[in-house]
């Protein structure tokens, strides 16, 4: 366990949301290290959520450290998987909560990946009406993606994060050494977020990761501080412009309509969200192709980068009405209508319907039996 | 059914709070008058929700006048009850919201008790991370409480609205009509939360009650509207000053401390949440005698209107032990030191916690075996 005097914030990434405004810190040794913690409301009490499988890894870490700042810091494990970020699992925190007569003013940190900060950060919105929160996410994918914004939600058997709220964590903590033990697959699928930033929004990240791809992959420290903070500040300058997600916010879901309905068809576990999104941005560029917004050229440079690291970019046979029925729930659709968040030139995104048709030989062109 | 021609709105109630501000509509043949939901957002698809006692009485009706704003309007009836207050019957409404293709837009009526709006207001702030709602409160209890101030929840096992949300409706509309078909046990019940605005906010209020207390129990529509009126103005008031409950707002549950723990600890649904509030009024009385704060005259004023309203002034026997159990998961509790709302003047409320032993007293005075 490395000393706390060791620990270095490499970066620090604002996100201005008014008086919902936080920090999110960017470095290494920072689960240690009690200053990263200093900004945190007081509280007498505290309770980490996080998974059976980050538990062993890093909870007991974060209880020492924090044991500084709360009187009793409580450590909940939920079990792993996004088939488990439902009510049932939601309500094991609720239970540690009422059990440990935790009042307004407990915090909760939620030490694990998307899942974790999901429900942690649901709960934490909907106890007793709201509690402060604290993302300490430790995958690549929440590092990049879901300890910004502020969106928490569980899954509905019909639908996928359609319960939640919109609840801004006080800090985010960004420790990259937490990534060095994430199992490769894990891993990619993280990328996929990483990369998404480009195309909508950056071409000079895209052209970075396919210069630095296999140092990411390689876990160096720099170019994971690299790709965390500029997927953070491209994230922020989108959510600060559109916090409740009403307009702007939805080029972030680029690869999502896909990605869900494929996450939901084969049922949810059986391909990780980010793979999901990675695949579904595949099909969103042929889409945008076909719609004649971009040249295959960038469909193709697109898809070798997904490819390099590590993910999947054929998608599985569900048939074309089944992936039509899944993506009419979508949250983005509207009176039945499926929204689809297109490239409409390199670097830039649009949110715009297509014609059935069209999706259809999309999904025929990009699908294959597994 | 009346003719929307006679509909009259006789009061109008702004709640000003900034983007979240909303009307408050007081009147009579409110339902059937498309006028009435002008100001709702426009939306192709609504959900009413209401539960089984109420729907055969007012939601057709209410369905007929929405079917001019929205394409479809469907209804879900819930169990009616208390104890029906839980994430299984929230699930009803999530289960409806999706079979039905809902989307972001989609307008959720509450049609019905303080239970459905709380429930349906839980259901619209986490439905895809808010829908548009509308409460149409039914009784007595609804129209002076919950339907102002924008909190929503359910209970947990361990404790009552432990998960929820603050989350404003854009329109409330207190139909007086719907009174008239109220059980007398229901309208008592809701006389509580009107009689409580008395002691904490205004002496003028307990003068009015205790002249027309007669009018009120033969519900004259009237007396029914200066009692709505007046209640949501005190509420509005407080709420306006203090919207996320941080202060001032707690004055609002005078009663509620100990009303909580009668509710909790006699079962869900045994008690009406208005009869533990109204001889919670009472034992907070007393607290506040022996507080030093008031005379035993005042006590004797408010239990005697208490009485006369139809309420329980003397609590169950469930032990000064049992009753300190259930209060120290009171949301006021921090650090399980149990907060209480006094009477520190007529006309004035205050927060405090009181000695254990003060406590038991009362409950010892104020409760004796059914």
């Given at each position: 366990?490395?000393?706390?005097?060791?620990?270095?914030?490499?970066?620090?990434?604002?996100?201005?949301?008014?008086?919902?405004?936080?920090?999110?810190?960017?470095?290494?040794?920072?689960?240690?290290?009690?200053?990263?913690?200093?900004?945190?409301?007081?509280?007498?009490?505290?309770?980490?959520?996080?998974?059976?499988t980050v538990a062993p890894l890093y909870a007991a870490r974060?209880?020492?450290?924090?044991?500084?700042?709360?009187?009793?810091?409580?450590?909940?494990?939920?079990?792993?998987?996004?088939?488990?970020?439902?009510?049932?699992?939601?309500?094991?925190?609720?239970?540690?909560?009422?059990?440990?007569?935790?009042?307004?003013?407990?915090?909760?940190?939620?030490?694990?990946?998307?899942?974790?900060?999901?429900?942690?950060?649901?709960?934490?919105?909907?106890?007793?009406?709201?509690?402060?929160?604290?993302?300490?996410?430790?995958?690549?994918?929440?590092?990049?993606?879901?300890?910004?914004?502020?969106?928490?939600?569980?899954?509905?058997?019909?639908?996928?994060?359609?319960?939640?709220?919109?609840?801004?964590?006080?800090?985010?903590?960004?420790?990259?050494?937490?990534?060095?033990?994430?199992?490769?697959?894990?891993?990619?699928?993280?990328?996929?977020?990483?990369?998404?930033?480009?195309?909508?929004?950056?071409?000079?990240?895209?052209?970075?990761?396919?210069?630095?791809?296999?140092?990411?992959?390689?876990?160096?420290?720099?170019?994971?501080?690299?790709?965390?903070?500029?997927?953070?500040?491209?994230?922020?300058?989108?959510?600060?412009?559109?916090?409740?997600?009403?307009?702007?916010?939805?080029?972030?879901?680029?690869?999502?309509?896909?990605?869900?309905?494929?996450?939901?068809?084969?049922?949810?576990?059986?391909?990780?969200?980010?793979?999901?999104?990675?695949?579904?941005?595949?099909?969103?560029?042929?889409?945008?192709?076909?719609?004649?917004?971009?040249?295959?050229?960038?469909?193709?440079?697109?898809?070798?980068?997904?490819?390099?690291?590590?993910?999947?970019?054929?998608?599985?046979?569900?048939?074309?009405?089944?992936?039509?029925?899944?993506?009419?729930?979508?949250?983005?659709?509207?009176?039945?209508?499926?929204?689809?968040?297109?490239?409409?030139?390199?670097?830039?995104?649009?949110?715009?319907?297509?014609?059935?048709?069209?999706?259809?030989?999309?999904?025929?062109?990009?699908?294959?039996?597994?």
């Amino acid at each position: 366990m490395p000393a706390a005097t060791t620990a270095s914030v490499l970066h620090q990434v604002p996100i201005d949301l008014g008086d919902r405004s936080y920090p999110i810190s960017i470095g290494t040794g920072l689960l240690d290290d009690p200053a990263t913690w200093s900004g945190v409301p007081q509280a007498s009490r505290a309770l980490i959520v996080t998974n059976t499988t980050v538990a062993p890894l890093y909870a007991a870490r974060l209880q020492k450290t924090l044991e500084g700042r709360h009187r009793a810091v409580d450590i909940v494990a939920l079990p792993d998987g996004e088939e488990h970020k439902n009510w049932q699992t939601l309500n094991l925190i609720f239970d540690a909560l009422l059990q440990n007569e935790s009042d307004r003013k407990t915090v909760i940190y939620a030490l694990g990946g998307g899942v974790v900060g999901d429900m942690a950060g649901f709960a934490a919105s909907s106890y007793m009406r709201g509690v402060p929160f604290v993302q300490v996410p430790t995958t690549l994918l929440a590092q990049v993606d879901s300890s910004v914004g502020g969106k928490t939600a569980i899954n509905h058997p019909l639908g996928k994060n359609m319960i939640g709220a919109f609840y801004q964590p006080r800090l985010v903590v960004c420790d990259l050494e937490t990534l060095t033990t994430l199992p490769a697959r894990e891993f990619s699928a993280g990328l996929a977020e990483v990369i998404k930033y480009g195309p909508i929004a950056d071409m000079g990240l895209l052209d970075w990761l396919e210069v630095n791809i296999d140092r990411l992959a390689a876990r160096e420290t720099d170019a994971l501080a690299h790709a965390v903070r500029r997927s953070c500040e491209i994230k922020a300058w989108v959510v600060g412009q559109d916090e409740r997600d009403a307009g702007l916010r939805a080029i972030l879901n680029f690869g999502h309509t896909f990605g869900h309905a494929i996450e939901a068809g084969l049922g949810y576990g059986q391909w990780l969200h980010g793979e999901g999104v990675g695949c579904g941005m595949v099909m969103a560029l042929h889409l945008s192709r076909r719609l004649g917004l971009i040249e295959s050229k960038f469909v193709e440079r697109v898809t070798a980068l997904l490819r390099k690291a590590g993910l999947p970019v054929v998608g599985p046979a569900l048939g074309a009405d089944r992936y039509l029925e899944l993506m009419r729930v979508d949250k983005k659709a509207e009176a039945g209508e499926i929204k689809f968040v297109v490239i409409d030139r390199p670097g830039s995104a649009a949110v715009r319907a297509a014609p059935d048709a069209m999706v259809r030989e999309v999904i025929d062109l990009c699908c294959r039996p597994a």
